[in-house]
């Protein structure tokens, strides 16, 4: 099973991505696991956050 976990700028884009990762998925018979994430505040937030979860996935992989 595949982990998606899924950066948004707000609801709206999640509304689509959702439903369309996983209908691709569906069409490649592939398991997902999807985590929707929206963070509300624009695209500099949402880049902020979006360096904040890289930082902490290599830090538990460096802890490894």
Do not use: N, T, W
Not at 33 to 49: P, Q
């Amino acid at each position: 099973m595949r982990r998606i976990d899924l950066f948004a700028e707000d609801a709206g884009h999640e509304a689509v991505l959702v439903p369309m990762l996983k209908q691709v998925a569906k069409q490649y018979g592939a398991e997902i696991h999807l985590r929707a994430v929206s963070v509300r505040g624009g695209y500099g937030r949402v880049e902020k956050e979006l360096k904040e979860y890289v930082r902490d996935l290599l830090k538990c992989r460096q802890d490894l």
